[in-house]
């Protein structure tokens, strides 16, 4: 599923593009929990979480994500920007909750990491 798809899909904000609209994961993993994103180990996913901080994308950056979306309208601030602008990662926001966030994107084609 590409960013533009996610985009619309949701009515989502792109808040931080650091790929082509046309970059494209296969999978998605929801989480608020920090420690279950660090299990995973997986390519070309997307992380669904509603945990708005600065350590959300630290967690991202070490387990090699770079595409996070912010559901429930969680604000981004601008520290968390420029920790993402440093590690190249995109951040989108919707106003979804993570579970109808979650089912839209499943249903379009997006799959689970399990």
Do not use: W
């Amino acid at each position: 599923m590409e960013i533009k798809e996610i985009v619309s899909l949701l009515d989502a904000k792109v808040v931080l593009l650091n790929h082509d609209m046309d970059y494209s994961v296969g999978y998605g993993f929801a989480s608020d929990l920090m420690s279950d994103v660090l299990t995973l180990d997986a390519n070309e996913l997307l992380l669904i979480t509603g945990l708005c901080n600065v350590q959300t994308l630290r967690t991202a950056e070490m387990a090699n994500i770079d595409l996070i979306l912010f559901v429930r309208n969680k604000e981004v601030n601008e520290q968390m920007i420029e920790l993402a602008q440093e590690n190249g990662a995109t951040i989108l926001q919707c106003s979804y909750s993570m579970f109808k966030s979650v089912g839209m994107l499943y249903t379009k084609g997006l799959k689970p990491v399990f």
